[in-house]
């Protein structure tokens, strides 16, 4: 037990001793978790909307307000003609036009005279159907408070967006983003560590001791496990806190899942050492192998259910996607965990297996 | 018992032989020097004694212990150098120090006795980081690491290489000292100079052993007299030496050349004009006594 507190020891020296190593595994988490909760949100910001009107009716300046008076919405103008506007789509000062006919007038003439005409900037077809989401609802919204059925004669249904009424982005992006850092710093971090040592010749002494040599790796993986327990706590705070994503579930069924996913994520690293013989080599399938799946198959970003089949499959062995499903049930929608029965019954068994095989492969010489 | 056994060991990576059925022992107490070039096959002999790789063929054992079976209770016997310092540059020399003596299971105020001469000279730097020691300094600290827990044997891969001559001496000293206290040391060098420390050395040279005999015995094998020549032009002199005809074997040997003959009743007079003849000047032979180093390169022409 000394001796394991000895390597422990020395594993922090390392850590704590080389300052780029440390802003990777401290700095990560608030960067990403800033960078995903903020600056990568996809919900649509400061829409310029230019508007057409041949004449200024009650009415028009009446909608015009309307919309300016939305957060989402800033209004460049009226405008008489369409040069203008056109000219503010090209050199994307404005987003969207909204235009009106000639005597529009919906409370005086018949429906069938009065036309308005939405353009937008499809060249991002997502952003253009959002946008044009948004500015009929405002439009909209403007008809039913004047109570003129003919021009929304249908029935308008209630919608509520559960779990998250806010439509934030951030909801969905903390689970996956402790689905990724938890392979970085698990996975990456333990096998370069582990190699380093194989490069640098440390290795060799270490052998021909009387520690054992699985001490030896058990040792390396203690601190990026403790350091992961940080980072699961620290972005958990920082969700509930600064991006204000609830914590809704049990915190138990939450620290036990990313407990699974940690020492699944461990055993992965060891693997991943005892195949390479290079820092560069274990860093390049580390990223290749496992961040780029994480980030692509595991739903964090993409919906995994849009994706083609044969990806579809391979999702399935990625375990960043059977946490982060489990993690967004539990945090976000606050489900008990019978509800994540399956991906906790996934991930162990993914776990176990992956220490099988990495005991197996671990080898009690160098070659 | 011998501290090491070494019986047919071969080993080849790929297509190349790093040991070619190679077969010594280490007697218990003795210092044993490993001589040959880089490249030979030191490394790989050091690595398969100390239990880290498998040889392909044949067996070796250490203090009694076979490197395969009982691999455990080599490693808890042994100490060993590797040949690149590898201790933690990021760590200072007292946490290196405490964390191999804890590796071990001692303190290293359990095992003083046995690396103060060495110690002391490395405790002023105490806390520095070994990676920003001189290069002696590192290897005083490694052998230090290897010693902290009293080992029977000690495994020494080119303890001196890329150490200045005043810490090679040095080195050597303290070798003679851990001998006397009964350690068995089997040490690996490409210096020649540093063969004659040893009580027996061996050749070693692509894999295969050339001899094995104690110093003096190495030289006194040599067999045949040996002359050493100087001039003014010894580029060219060279040549013109390798081009005499009673000269059989010629080779340059830092200000000299040496040179071996056919004949023993080789004439010193008749090559002396031969070389005045082709204009050199300051000219200047004489018969020497062998080194370690003639012998190892005969036998290597061989």
Avoid at chain 2, 125 to 143: C, I, P, T, V
Wanted: hydrophobic fraction near 45%.
């Amino acid at each position: 037990m000394k001796v394991f507190l000895a390597f422990v020891k020395k594993e922090f020296f390392h850590i704590f001793r080389d300052p780029r190593t440390l802003l990777i595994l401290l700095g990560m988490p608030v960067v990403q978790i800033i960078l995903f909760g903020f600056a990568l949100s996809v919900e649509i910001n400061n829409i310029n909307v230019a508007i057409i009107a041949p004449e200024r009716t009650e009415t028009i300046r009446q909608i015009t307000n309307k919309i300016a008076a939305n957060r989402y919405f800033t209004v460049t103008g009226i405008y008489d003609s369409e040069d203008k506007p056109a000219e503010l789509m090209r050199r994307e000062k404005a987003n969207v036009i909204l235009r009106f006919n000639h005597d529009f007038n919906p409370f005086v003439r018949p429906v069938s005279e009065t036309q308005m005409q939405i353009i937008t900037n499809a060249s991002n077809p997502n952003t253009a159907v959002q946008e044009t989401m948004y500015l009929q609802s405002v439009i909209n919204d403007y008809f039913r408070e004047k109570q003129v059925s003919s021009v929304t004669p249908t029935i308008s249904p209630v919608v509520r967006y559960l779990y998250n009424p806010g439509m934030q982005s951030a909801f969905n992006f903390v689970p996956g983003i402790l689905g990724l850092l938890m392979i970085i710093i698990c996975t990456m971090m333990t096998s370069v560590s582990i190699v380093r040592e194989k490069e640098t010749g440390t290795m060799e002494e270490l052998l021909v001791s009387p520690v054992k040599p699985i001490n030896i790796i058990l040792a390396k993986m203690v601190p990026y496990f403790a350091l992961s327990c940080v980072n699961l706590v620290t972005i958990l705070l920082i969700s509930r806190f600064v991006l204000n994503v609830p914590v809704s579930g049990s915190i138990f069924a939450i620290f036990g899942i990313s407990l699974i996913y940690i020492i699944l994520a461990l055993a992965l690293g060891m693997l991943i050492s005892s195949i390479v013989k290079t820092q560069v080599a274990a860093m390049l399938i580390s990223a290749m192998s496992l961040m780029l799946p994480v980030i692509i198959l595991s739903g964090m970003i993409f919906p995994i259910e849009s994706a083609p089949e044969f990806f579809r499959w391979l999702s399935c062995i990625i375990p960043a996607r059977w946490y982060i499903a489990a993690m967004r049930k539990l945090m976000i929608e606050g489900l008990p965990i019978t509800y994540v029965i399956k991906e906790i019954v996934i991930l162990c068994g993914m776990a176990i297996t992956l220490i099988s095989i990495s005991l197996l492969k671990f080898k009690n010489r160098l070659e | 018992m011998s501290a090491i056994e070494i019986n047919n060991i071969s080993k080849t990576y790929g297509t190349t032989t790093a040991l070619d059925n190679i077969s010594f022992n280490v007697k218990e107490g003795e210092l044993f020097g490993l001589i040959g070039a880089d490249g030979a096959g030191k490394t790989t002999l050091f690595r398969i004694l100390t239990t880290l790789i498998l040889a392909d063929k044949g067996s070796a054992s250490v203090n009694g212990f076979d490197v395969i079976s009982q691999y455990k209770s080599i490693r808890n016997d042994v100490g060993y150098m590797p040949g690149r310092f590898s201790l933690y540059g990021d760590m200072t020399v007292k946490e290196n120090l405490d964390f191999f003596a804890s590796v071990f299971g001692t303190t290293l105020e359990q095992n003083r006795d046995l690396i103060e001469d060495i110690y002391c000279q490395i405790e002023p730097f105490n806390n520095r980081r070994s990676a920003k020691l001189s290069g002696g300094m590192k290897q005083k600290l490694a052998l230090c690491c290897a010693l902290i827990h009293k080992p029977s044997v000690l495994f020494l891969d080119e303890p001196t290489t890329g150490v200045d001559p005043v810490s090679r001496k040095e080195f050597w000293e303290m070798l003679h000292k851990l001998k006397k206290k009964g350690i068995s040391i089997l040490t690996s060098t490409p210096y020649m100079d540093e063969a004659g420390q040893c009580d027996r050395i061996a050749f070693i040279k692509q894999g295969k052993i050339l001899t094995i005999d104690t110093p003096a015995g190495i030289i006194d094998s040599f067999g045949e007299p040996l002359f050493a020549v100087s001039a003014n032009n010894m580029h060219t002199l060279l040549k013109a030496v390798r081009e005499y005809p009673e000269v059989k074997n010629c080779y340059t040997f830092g200000e000299y050349h040496h040179f071996t003959v056919r004949d023993v009743k080789f004439k010193k007079a008749g090559f002396l004009s031969y070389l005045g003849s082709l204009g050199y000047e300051n000219i200047s032979i004489n018969q020497i006594t062998a080194t370690v180093e003639d012998c190892y390169l005969k036998l290597s022409e061989l």
